[in-house]
């Protein structure tokens, strides 16, 4: 299993586009196989902060979700809204 933590930097104008944004990648990815977990977060401190932490059964499972037509479609227009990089990590679970 792979845990995947996308932290990413928003615009704060622009908080509401994005979320619609989120809304549909949410929706559509929470439907593909090999899909455990898809959920978005918002920082308390920093309404700025948006996170994305996901489960997926395995590596196989996530490569074909960054290949998928709505990743694609979508997440460059999420990018757009981000005032730098999003940091990104992948995790093997160990235990």
Known sequence: MLKVVAKNFADKSK?????????????LTRKEEGCIKYELFQDEKDSSILCMIEEWESRDALDKHLKSEHFSRIVPKIKKFMIKETELNVYNKLM
């Open 15 to 27: 908080i509401e586009e994005i979320l619609k944004l989120y809304k549909e990648l949410v929706e």
